[in-house]
């Protein structure tokens, strides 16, 4: 694709009205959210939903989500919503939950990769509010980083990955959520959870009792299997690095990754471990990253800390698993996907 010039502009009142007359006229701009930055464009238009998959090096059976900003926007994508539908809007928008629906014949094929069905989110980012106010539509956007590479929680993260592809990046600061929003599938008769995120597989079982998670989000796809998410198809939010997880008790996790670390120094590697805070200071003198306080800051900073240590120069990964509830779940998810499944059991 030919080259441009990126700009990245600081969020004010002069840069939400440049970033909707870009989109207005079927340009593509990277816009911050609550989860991770959004690579933006017309949700209703085909030509500029064609530029996102360009812009991203996306594969096209890939859909995307819409955005919208106040709930009069969800008629124009989505046919009906039913009384449990209804619910989950009532509690979690605006929020990090995404909910996918039967779609309308507005809806751009090439936004939905030709499902039936659409993929509708309320962010709750004042920012990517306002901006979608200012289109006075909804904005489709996936994760605003090149395909297959960690997500970006910064306007720093979408610029190394952007730069010379986009008009511009809208600048508001690092994303608090930091893993993407959760996707429920609320077309069939049981609600799915095909990506966990955001919004808490408990929390949502409030309201849904009768909740699933997908088989695909903690393991890998069997060969043949039908694919809900076409997302879980192709290997993710990875860094250039190897990763790999590693699972089990405390102290035989500890030993493990000592191990596993000795052995990459001695095939001349540079290995790197990411521990749960807490035992970082257990692993002698290796290098080790923290990985987070708790489930929700590791959400927070596991994007950046995959690229961070990309940028180090560091070519082997060894992660620390995390329990897999609460927000627990999506950092299992991403790292085991990062990991492409090489998960080993101490
Ligand atoms: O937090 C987020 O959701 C961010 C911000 C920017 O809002 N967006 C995001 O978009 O993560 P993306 O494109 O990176 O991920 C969208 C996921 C993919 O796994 C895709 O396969 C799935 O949603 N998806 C979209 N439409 C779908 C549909 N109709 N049926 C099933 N899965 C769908
Ligand atoms: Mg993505």
């Not at 009906?80 to 928008?93: G, Y």
């Not at 904005?139 to 986009?166: C, E, F, K, W």
């Not at 708790?294 to 698993?321: C, S, V």
Request: charged content about 20%; overall charge negative; hydrophobic content about 45%.
């Amino acid at each position: 694709m030919q080259s441009m010039y990126t700009q990245l502009l600081s969020v004010n009142a002069a840069t939400i009205n440049r970033a909707a007359s870009l989109l207005a006229s079927g340009e593509v701009v990277a816009f911050p959210t609550e989860t991770v930055y959004g690579l933006g464009a017309d949700a209703l238009s085909d030509a500029a939903i064609q530029k996102i998959f360009i812009a991203k090096g996306r594969p096209s059976d890939n859909p995307l989500i819409a955005h919208i900003a106040d709930l009069d926007m969800l008629p124009l994508l989505a046919k009906s919503v039913d009384s449990r539908t209804q619910k989950i809007i009532d509690a979690f928008w605006p929020g990090p939950l995404t909910i996918i629906l039967k779609k309308t014949d507005r809806v751009p094929d090439s936004l939905c990769a030709g499902l039936s069905t659409v993929a509708v989110r309320m962010p709750s980012h004042p920012t990517a509010v306002v901006l979608i106010r200012a289109l006075g539509r909804p904005i489709a956007a996936p994760s605003a980083n090149r395909s297959g590479r960690p997500s970006p929680t910064t306007a720093q993260h979408v610029l190394d990955d952007m730069s010379g592809r986009i008009p511009l990046i809208v600048d508001g600061g690092p994303c608090a959520v930091g893993v993407e929003s959760t996707v429920v599938d609320m077309t069939a008769d049981t609600p799915v959870i095909l990506r966990p995120g955001g919004v808490t597989e408990e929390a949502l079982m409030q309201y849904l009792p009768d909740i699933q998670v997908d088989e695909a989000v903690l393991h890998p796809l069997k060969k043949g299997a039908m694919v809900r998410s076409p997302g879980m198809k192709h290997r993710h939010y990875a860094p250039d690095a190897d990763v790999i997880v590693v699972s089990g008790l405390q102290a035989a996790v500890i030993a493990k990754c000592c191990a596993l670390y000795d052995d990459a120094i001695a095939q001349g590697k540079t290995p790197v471990i990411l521990s749960l805070h807490h035992l970082m200071t257990l692993h002698g003198e290796r290098s080790v990253q923290s990985l987070g306080m708790d489930a929700q800051d590791m959400a927070a900073h596991l994007y950046d800390a995959l690229r961070t240590l990309d940028k180090a120069g560091y070519d082997f990964i060894i992660a620390q698993a995390v329990r897999a509830d609460g927000m627990g779940l999506a950092v299992m998810n991403r790292l085991l996907r990062a990991a492409d499944f090489m998960c080993v059991e101490a």
